[in-house]
């Protein structure tokens, strides 16, 4: 699998999401068998780029190639400006936000708004890809399946995306209007896949391998991005690579393997944030983590009200050691092989 020059390991990727996928996150997921991440979104409004919340997301210290960043805006000039200062500062792959609800920038809807509105959406497409060509980066663009159901322009976007010279496409099986309920769809995707000749991602509620195989074989898609289940989960990605090569399933991690990656990444967590944003963002990470795990509700209530990393630090500890003398191997987490056996149980 390659996005342009680059190379990648594996064909499964890690969806970019803001407020989660930063620098310390994605560093996990690469390494517990993602094969490529994309950085979460950064704004294309120039006044923003040197605030804090920018300058981390634009943090890749240590980060294996290659380095992507994602671009969200309204306007082409500002745009195809945020893909070459981007570039400039590092980025290897800019990736343009037509997937997600983005934020109002210049007073207008970003991110996957773009696609109702097609001249403008490849007017974006054209500058971004025009601005990266000097340097040798490529350019990938992420969508949805369309505004809303009667709205469904993702093939049409997508090809000429592909005209106007991106190299990889990702969509996500679901509508802008849909937000994140309902079910994702992938009819859509194989429909893109189908007709271009440039790589395809599939995205949207692939949560356990099983579910991967499927999407794979539906969509014959060259990719798999996964967001929200690899929240708490980061193993998921080379749970899903054993079984899409063995087709059975790997035993849940130890215990004791959870606790130290979680421990690593809280500290790479506070060392990008510092302590006070550090502890309160960890949390969510924190809790993700515990959230089906025995006990798990009642630690994150306790979690939440301790405000210093030491403290927080301690706890998890505390929680991890006591679980891994019960349980040598984490004893439940969603698509797993003991999750595996159940459902096959009761089929
Ligand atoms: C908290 C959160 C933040 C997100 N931020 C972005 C973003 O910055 N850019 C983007 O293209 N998509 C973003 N998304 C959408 C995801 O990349 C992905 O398309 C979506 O979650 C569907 O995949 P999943 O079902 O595997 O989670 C975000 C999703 C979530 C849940």
Redesign the pocket.
């Known amino acids: 699998m390659h996005i342009g020059p680059h190379e990648l390991p594996n064909p499964l990727f890690v969806?970019?999401?803001?407020?989660?996928t930063d620098r310390p996150f994605r560093q996990l997921c690469r390494r517990l068998g993602a094969g490529y991440a994309v950085s979460?979104?950064v704004t294309s409004r120039r006044d923003l780029w040197h605030t804090l919340k920018t300058s981390r997301r634009a943090n890749h210290e240590g980060e294996p190639g290659p380095i992507a960043v994602?671009i969200a805006g309204t306007n082409a000039a500002m745009m195809a400006e945020a893909a070459a200062y981007n570039v400039d500062r590092g980025a290897q792959i800019i990736d343009i936000?037509m997937?997600?609800p983005?934020k109002k920038v210049c007073n207008k809807w970003a991110?996957s708004a773009l696609m109702r509105d097609e001249a403008g959406a490849l007017r974006i497409i054209e500058a971004v890809v025009a601005a990266c060509a000097p340097q040798g980066v490529p350019v990938t663009l992420?969508m949805r399946t369309g505004w809303c159901s009667a709205e469904r322009n993702a093939l049409a976007l997508a090809r000429a995306a592909e005209s106007a010279g991106v190299v990889m496409v990702t969509v996500?099986g679901r509508t802008r209007e849909q937000g994140?309920t309902g079910a994702?769809e992938y009819d859509t995707v194989a429909a893109v896949k189908a007709a271009l000749r440039i790589p395809v991602v599939a995205?949207?509620?692939?949560d356990t391998p099983e579910k991967a195989s499927l999407v794979l074989k539906h969509t014959r898609a060259d990719a798999l991005?996964?967001?929200?289940?690899a929240q708490g989960r980061p193993w998921i990605f080379r749970e899903i690579a054993h079984f899409l090569a063995t087709g059975t399933h790997l035993p849940p991690p130890p215990t004791r393997e959870v606790q130290a990656w979680l421990t690593e990444h809280l500290q790479d967590h506070y060392g990008l944030y510092g302590e006070d944003l550090g502890v309160r963002s960890a949390r969510k990470h924190i809790g993700w983590a515990v959230r089906a795990l025995p006990g798990g509700v009642a630690f994150r209530a306790v979690m939440n009200s301790l405000a210093s990393a030491d403290a927080q630090l301690r706890a998890v500890t505390t929680y991890f050691e006591q679980l891994a003398d019960a349980h040598e191997l984490l004893p439940s987490s969603h698509g797993t092989a003991a999750n595996h056996e159940r459902l096959q149980r009761q089929a």
């Open positions: 969806a970019p999401m803001a407020g989660v979460e979104m994602q936000n997937g997600c983005a991110g992420k996500h994140y994702a995205n949207g509620d692939i991005m996964i967001g929200r289940a």
